[in-house]
Structure formats: C-alpha cells, structure tokens
C-alpha cells in the first residue's frame, strides 16, 4: 500500500530535550516536505526537499532540522524544543514539481507534539 | 504569504450548494485543493494549473481564474461526507514550496 508514515504519532516532552520524528514513503518520491498545522493558521511549511541531500527551509525554519540522506526519510529534528513547537506535524511526499500533473502531496498521518 | 480563503466557516444542510474562494497577491501558477477532516490528514482533491482550467469529479469541481490570482471551490448538492476542512494552496512562479491557506471549516448538517 502506498503510504507515508510517521513516527510517533503522539509525543509529550520537557522544554530543550532533543527529539526527532521519523517519516517514511514507499512511493520512491523525490518531493517531501513537513508542515506544521496550528489552530487558524492552517499549514505552514518548515523544510523541504527536492531529493537526496538537497533540503531547502520552508516558511518556519526556526528551531528545526531535517536531513535527507535516503530517498524514502525525512526525519524531522527538534534539538531543543520549546512550548511554542507545541503542534500537529505533518509530513508529505510527491514526485517531482517537474511533472505538475503528478504534484499531489500524499500526507502522513500526523504527529501530535506537545513541549511542556 | 498565505493565499486568503473565505469564508472561514460555512454551515449548511445536507443538498445545498457552497463556494469556497482563494485569492493571491501574487501570480500563480497552480492551485491545489485539499479537504482534511477532523484528526486526520489532508486528503488531495484536485489542481488546477494557470489557463483559466476547471476541473471537478463528482459533484466537486473548482475554477482558477489566473488574471484574478484567484480559485473557487464549488460544492453542489452537498453529502454530509463534505464536511471538513478545505484548504487551497498557490504554487507561485520559481517557488518550490505550496503556500497553504488558512483554510475553510465547512459542516454539513443533516
């Protein structure tokens, strides 16, 4: 089945305790991206990639970190996560921008974070 | 910039009509729809790339008028599986991410 998962899906944490969510796509995408969802602000971008070693910051950037070493992960990494990281994680994935009529983001299921 | 979506919320019964619209201040290239309902995640509807396309499936379809920097999501005869959370996102000249709006809460009433 193709699909993107992400790991964990709910995470509760103290303030500056290195953390990292996984994600995963078994549909050999070039494209992935992480977003975070916040009540009224819909989704917003934190990093992308458009392929092996090639990541680029998205429209959140700050306090985030993310490598793209295989083609199938993108782990997301808070080095030290702070209450205002409290949020819904999303990760996508799509092939590449290139062929517009194949942009279509699959997302992961969602990763639940709350920093206390 | 966030595309602007409007209305934010939208309540109606099951069988009426809704019109979700997304403007941008800036020139798009495409616009993308996504409904995601309550816990779980965006759910892709459809694109529309600059040409002035409309597209739909069932009784879905959406419109993008380039020269406006604006799309229109059109709901006819809405099923109770309608409601959600209606997202568009712009996809503007060499920018390699989509800017999400800040979506559109729609609820089907029976």
């Given amino acids: 089945e193709a699909q993107v998962t992400q790991n964990p899906r709910y995470l509760i944490t103290v303030t500056g305790k290195k953390l990292t969510v996984t994600c995963s796509q078994n549909m050999n995408h070039e494209y ?8 009224g602000l819909g989704l917003r971008q934190i990093y992308y990639s458009m392929n092996v070693e090639v990541t680029d910051k998205g429209d959140v950037p700050e306090g985030y970190k993310v490598s793209r070493k295989e083609k199938r992960n993108f782990p997301l990494i808070l080095e030290s996560p702070s209450p205002n990281q409290t949020s819904l994680y999303f990760c996508a994935s799509s092939l590449s921008r290139l062929r517009d009529n194949s942009y279509e983001q699959y997302f992961g299921p969602g990763t639940r974070l709350t920093v206390t | 910039q ?8 939208v309540i109606l019964r099951e069988g009426e009509d809704a019109v979700i619209n997304c403007s941008s201040s ?5 616009v993308h729809w996504y409904r995601q309902k309550h816990g779980e995640a965006p759910v892709f509807l459809m694109i529309l790339l600059k040409g002035g396309e409309q597209k ?3 009784k879905i379809s959406a419109s993008f008028n380039e020269k406006k ?5 059109y709901l006819t005869a809405s099923q109770l599986s309608y409601s959600g959370t ?8 060499s ?6 709006g800040s979506g559109t809460q729609l609820t089907v009433l029976p």
């Avoid at chain 2, 800036?26 to 495409?30: E, I, V």
Wanted: with cysteine.
């Fill in chain 1, 32 to 39: 992935m991206s992480w977003y975070r969802q916040d009540p």
């Fill in chain 2, 26 to 30: 800036k020139a798009l290239y495409s």
């Fill in chain 2, 86 to 93: 209606y997202f568009c996102g712009t996809l503007s000249g």
């Fill in chain 2, 56 to 58: 739909g499936h069932d």
């Fill in chain 2, 69 to 73: 920097q604006q799309s229109s999501l």
């Fill in chain 2, 2 to 9: 966030q595309p602007v979506q409007s209305p934010q919320a």
């Fill in chain 2, 95 to 100: 920018a390699r991410q989509l800017t999400f």
